[in-house]
């Protein structure tokens, strides 16, 4: 039998390696312009920590890890029995890997809470797992690249978080449309129809309207409980249109009876006042329907969608007033985004974004005639090295030919040859695999014109 991978995750290449730590490394220069510092936390928590953490649907999604040894002993024998194996998971499975980085990071900071200076800005770039169906931009093993801050109320903070997606963007040309909402104003809407209690129903139902539809949406909201006059009630909040101020002075009205809503309104006027004063490339949009279908926003909720490619969320977030509290820490504000490197990694893929220097990594390859050739080369090679230029020469002495295609296959921009007579004049013939061109240079020539080309 042919060796195989689970469904839903991925081998990478040394091309696609090379490719995808152009996005990380891009990610992670702006993170770090703004201040933002790495943390790294478990690829598995406790499952108690991550129960409970992402509404229904999401528990369903968490992988779960049999306790070792004999997993079975002391197990209920009628769950067995009877197949119950929601009940039999809780006490066979202690263990389960990590379904996002917010919730282990919210676990972190109540962990460690006397050792950090509030308020904490981490950021994280590390694998998650989703026991989702996979399918065309959604995988079982991912990368999530976040940026958090805990400990502050102010709305600066959701400001810069929306310039750092802006600049990340800008940086891997990716034209993107920024949508926001805030969960204030779900609330409102909730309060307005007379269904307080039913915010999260409401939130998953019509946070699917890109998805399936108005249509679809009523229905849902229905099945989920709502009366028909809640769901008429509703139908002009979901049909809001005109520009970003238009829909907001349109909400505001809706909600001028609801504290709740009235500000949500106030705080996406500050978050958009203080973006457009600053200036941004993306598109900013104001989405009613947008509710990330995650329990622990309470403020702002950001998405972003790429423009020219169609496919789910490449980033999202937002403010989470009391996610610490199940942590036993209550009253620490935080918001944060995250940027789904997978997506982002397809989308760039499709486009062929990517800079010539993101998939290369080998800029002089020197050809082999021999070993005292090799030795001279390899000479050569250590002072480009100190130089930074990044270098190898070919192990064999084969055909010409042979290792020209080597380095063609490997997209080098420069092979360069030491024979003999290269060899009494202390240099190497350097040619530059796009144009042909042939110069002969000493080794610190070299590396101070393919320095000048980088």
Known sequence: MKPSIPKGTRDFSTVEMARRNYIFDTIRKVFGLYGYNPIETPAMENLSTLMGKYG???????????????????????LIESGDTVRLASQICEKGLRYDLTVPFARYVVQHRNE????????????????????????????????????SDSL?????????????????????????????VLAGFAELIGAP????????????????????????????????????TLQPILAISGSVDERLDAIERLLATSETGRKGVEELREVIGGVQALGLEAELDLDVSLARGLNYYTGTIIEVKARDVQIGSITGGGRYDNLTGVFGMPGLSGVGISFGADRIYDVLNTLDLYPAEATTSTQ?????????????????????????????????????????????????????????????????????MATGEQTLLTAVEAAALIDGKK
């Open 116 to 151: 950090l200076q509030m308020p904490f800005k981490r950021y994280q770039i590390q694998p998650v797992w989703r026991a989702d169906r996979p399918q065309k931009g959604r995988y079982r093993e991912f990368y999530q690249c976040d940026a958090d801050v805990v400990g």
């Open 364 to 432: 002089v390859m020197f050809i082999n005639f021999g070993a005292a050739e090799a030795a001279a080369s390899m000479k050569m090679m250590k002072e480009l090295r100190s130089a930074g230029i990044a270098c190898e020469i070919y192990p064999d002495a084969a055909k010409m030919k042979k290792q020209m295609a080597y380095a063609n296959s490997a997209s080098v921009p420069y092979v360069a040859m030491v024979g003999e007579s290269e060899m009494q004049a202390g240099k190497m013939a350097l040619k530059n």
């Open 156 to 184: 600066l903070n959701e400001v810069e978080l929306l310039q750092m997606i802006d600049e990340v963007f800008r940086r891997l040309k990716i034209s993107i449309i920024l949508k926001l909402n805030n969960r204030k």
């Open 197 to 232: 209690d039913k915010i999260v129903d409401i939130t998953v139902a019509i946070d699917k309207l890109d998805k399936i539809g108005l249509d679809n949406v009523n229905a849902e909201l229905l099945e989920r409980g709502l009366t028909q006059e809640q769901v008429d």
């Open 56 to 78: 229904e649907e999401g528990d369903k999604l968490l992988f779960k890890i049999l306790n070792s040894g004999d997993f079975l002993r002391g197990a209920d024998k009628a």
